[in-house]
Antibody, heavy 119, light 107 residues
Framework: QLQLQESGPGLVKPSETLSLTCTVS??????????WGWIRQPPGKGLEWIGS???????YYNPSLKSRVTISVDTSKNQFSLKLSSVTAADTAVYYC???????????WGQGTLVTVSS | DIQMTQSPSSLSASVGDRVTITCRAS??????LAWYQQKPEKAPKSLIY???SLQSGVPSRFSGSGSGTDFTLTISSLQPEDFATYYC?????????FGPGTKVDIK
């Protein structure tokens, strides 16, 4: 059974870089059938797609975040990661990692991790 | 960006009711639409992709329809475990935007 687990700091200072890792178990991140991506949800609000990566390293980013976002993959560890630079309070959200079929349909999700941006 | 709207924003219904949620895209997206269910404090769950294809394991009381700009999610007979918030998402073009959600609660 596929499982995804987010890890990383729950508190980040303004202007710093948010870094999260998603560890995939029960399946290979090198599968040619899927992308792997990040989606966030500010408290009490809706969902925002951040970006997706293929095991080969090809990426799609939300243009509104593209200048600040980097998604990378480590196939040897079966992990992929998110870095979001120059964060502000507006980046406070639950961050989900997910397996994406058809590039953007998130068919399997991690439990989510709350990241708060505050000094 | 393609804007997604949903109606209603919330609804109250009883167990056994037929429930329909509408999603509209600001421009045509063919059938590149997905539906998700989210319960409080939980990650969303994928229900439907390609507007009408049910994900594996999703009960058959859920169905989706539509193409172009107008889509619907129907729950044929609402069950207690279906009380949740439902989101549509277009994946026709990046950024892959979500609707604002429709909360279904108990009447």
């Amino acid at each position: 059974q596929l499982q995804l687990q987010e890890s990383g700091p729950g508190l980040v200072k303004p202007s710093e870089t948010l870094s999260l890792t998603c560890t995939v178990s029960g399946g290979s991140i090198s599968s040619s059938s899927y992308y792997w991506g990040w989606i966030r949800q500010p408290p009490g609000k809706g969902l925002e797609w951040i970006g997706s990566i293929y095991y080969s390293g090809s990426t799609y980013y939300n243009p509104s975040l593209k200048s600040r976002v980097t998604i990378s993959v480590d196939t040897s560890k079966n992990q992929f990661s998110l870095k979001l630079s120059s964060v502000t309070a507006a980046d406070t959200a639950v961050y989900y990692c997910a397996r994406h079929e058809r590039i953007a349909v998130a068919d399997s999700w991690g439990q989510g991790t709350l990241v708060t941006v505050s000094s | 960006d393609i804007q997604m709207t949903q109606s209603p924003s919330s609804l109250s219904a009883s167990v056994g009711d037929r429930v329909t949620i509408t999603c509209r895209a600001s421009q045509g997206i063919s059938s590149w639409l997905a539906w998700y269910q989210q319960k409080p404090e939980k990650a969303p769950k994928s229900l439907i992709y390609a507007a009408s294809s049910l994900q594996s394991g999703v009960p058959s009381r859920f169905s989706g329809s539509g193409s172009g700009t107008d889509f619907t999610l129907t729950i044929s007979s609402l069950q207690p475990e279906d009380f949740a918030t439902y989101y549509c998402q277009q994946y026709n073009s990046s950024p892959f935007t979500f609707g604002p959600g429709t909360k279904v609660d108990i009447k």
